[in-house]
């Protein structure tokens, strides 16, 4: 009967860690309450008139939108609800330009980021 041959532990060398410098990260800016709301997309039309007939009992919030999302890509006449979204999109801009102060002048441009002065 033949001996296996011992295996040899190898010890990789110790690898020091870099210091790890800790950079701050940048406070968001707080959603304002009065600012009007996204227009809603086509799907999300959609998904809110079929929801109830695709939700099944047990079924998680994930599932769901699995689901929702293969039937979404199976439909083949999306201009229904393509049609909705295109009419709230001129809502959302509407509303837009005049919470931002100009019924037809284009909007304040904010300065480049990460420039100082």
Not at 95 to 113: D, L
Request: net charge positive; no cysteine.
């Amino acid at each position: 009967m033949a001996k296996a041959s011992p295996k040899k532990a190898t010890k990789s060398p110790k690898k020091t860690k870099s210091p790890v410098q800790k950079t701050e990260r940048k406070k968001r800016a707080k959603k304002d309450p009065n600012a009007p709301k996204r227009a809603q997309s086509g799907y999300m039309f959609w998904l809110s008139e079929n929801r109830a007939k695709l939700t099944k009992p047990g079924m998680g919030v994930t599932d769901v939108a699995k689901a929702a999302g293969a039937e979404w890509g199976k439909l083949t006449d999306k201009t229904k609800w393509e049609k909705k979204a295109g009419e709230d999109k001129k809502r959302y801009e509407k509303e837009m330009a005049v919470y931002k102060g100009g019924a037809g002048g284009s909007p304040k441009k904010s300065p480049a980021k990460g420039k100082k002065k």
